[in-house]
């Protein structure tokens, strides 16, 4: 695996006696760029550099051109491939996306353009509006209702799963579940939003999409830019270990995504979309100690 | 304050006999866009738009602009300032930075096209080399030995500043200390990239640069570009919460930053530069078990 390096580090470790210096190994995940090429009719266009962790670099390319809008679908792909660039490291960072003949990519959106050209300046709600022009499918979709147990196993699950992090503590992973409790796909990179990618761009190339009766699990935090990416394929829940920001919850309302927040020890928050979800006893509490760590 | 909002959730909590839902008040942390416009001679140029949480958005700006080496210090800056873009949202999210006249900006670098110009494409050893050729400082400047226990104590430190976080749960930290051990700056953001910039765009306009003999608290991982934007700015020693990644290590090592891991639970792990941190008693011990958490 080269997703993962060795080196020697020194371990510091302080009780109430002594502090103690170790020389031990330790496992690093690895972090290297990779440059997207777009190739569409007699053009190639170097259309980004991301730093991400080696390993399903084709999904990690196709689902970055589809959750920004950039295709709308695997059967926009003629071919996909790493290119290799002669290189002292002899590391294998390019890879070249080739459109089918008379495809024509909507690369107005390569820069994130879309944020500002609303006549009104960047915010919130022109990001929003934005993403509506250029959604290919944005969530929203029925799915039956889930039932809690089977949210508050799905960390479990992926620790099960997310060997890398386990030794590296540094990888970020993005996990679907089928709403029958099925893991479908894991994809961990250094990068949240690269997970996120490289899991959509495997869902497309295996004829998933859209994926509406799906659960996305994240091991961290939901941001905007995570919600937008599982709006682009019809994900109806993410569930993340982490915090959401203000804006994925606005998204995640506007799109009728269900949103869960600090899904660990036994608990989690619903932002939005609760009625996706099956209640138990309810108490209508309110309450002012909000801290939920 | 208006990088937090309050909301409402569904608050579902399982123990052994039941399943409990309670509506609660819970506060988030608030992304919103910020897009920062660049003025210099006559042209105006709409150089990046970045997912932030408000707040200090003259430092993100500023500490944008110096660590992706588009200026080179706070003494290219004629003035910077919000733009009011009438909006329903009624938000400030441009703003915009003037050059004084005849200050050309390195505009070369906006778009970290540095990474592809490179005639043997692109890798860790490439990207380190490009950000060699746009340095400002380049920490690596000798600092005195620094004392194990100074460095333990630092989270608890920063816990004590870092407000919206124990309320959200939301945001990232970056905190500055000096090495005598009073704290300098402490900057919070949704993105930790941005925490960074806007600590080192106020250390740029306080006069602070570089940073020879500091110390960069980070409350989560350290990824490359995080080690990078320290490097411009001359911090000689990092500190990170969480894991490095191999390529944030090989840069710290290039440029003999400091560079400190999983610091947390009266431990961390030296990964380079540990000729810079006071070593008590030592064990030279190789061990397989490698899980630093």
New interface residues.
């Given amino acids: 695996m080269d997703n993962t ?1 060795r ?1 020697s ?7 109430s006696t ?18 997207i090429r777009l190739a569409h009719g007699d053009r190639i266009k ?1 259309l980004a ?1 991301t ?1 991400r962790t080696p390993g399903h670099d084709a999904d990690l390319a196709l689902g970055f051109l589809f959750t920004e809008g950039i295709i709308v679908g695997a059967a926009d792909i003629a071919a996909v491939a790493p290119i290799f ?5 002899n ?1 294998q ?2 890879i070249l996306v080739t459109l089918k003949e008379g495809i024509v990519p909507n690369l107005g959106n390569a820069d ?1 353009n879309f ?2 050209t609303s006549s ?8 929003i509006d934005a993403i509506r022009t250029v959604r290919n499918f944005v969530s929203g979709g029925p799915v039956q209702e889930i039932d ?2 089977f949210i ?1 196993g799905l960390p479990t699950r992926l620790a099960r799963e997310q060997e890398v992090f ?5 990888l970020h992973a993005a996990a679907l579940f089928d709403i029958n409790g099925s893991l479908l796909l894991v994809r961990e990179d ?1 990068g949240r939003h690269n997970a996120v990618d490289k899991l959509i761009g495997a869902a497309m190339m295996q004829g998933r999409l859209p994926l509406a009766d799906s659960v996305l699990l994240l091991s961290g ?1 939901a ?3 995570l919600v937008q990416k599982a709006a682009m394929a019809g994900i109806p829940v993410i569930a993340a270990v ?8 606005t998204l995640a309302e506007e799109f009728g995504t269900t949103l869960i ?2 899904l660990r020890n ?6 939005t979309g ?1 009625h996706r ?1 099956t ?10 100690n ?4």
């Fill in positions: 390096v080196v580090v020194v371990k510091l470790t302080e009780d002594t502090t103690l210096t170790q020389t031990v190994p330790d496992m690093l995940a690895v972090e290297e760029p990779l440059e170097n550099v730093m660039v002669a290189c002292s490291e590391r960072n390019t994130r944020y500002t009104c300046g960047v915010c919130g709600k022109a990001s809690p147990s508050l386990a030794e590296t503590g540094g250094v935090r941001s905007f830019e982490g915090a959401p920001s203000s804006l994925a919850v927040g600090f036994n608990r989690f928050n619903i932002y609760s979800v209640m138990p006893v309810r108490e209508n509490v309110e309450h002012e909000t801290y939920q760590g």
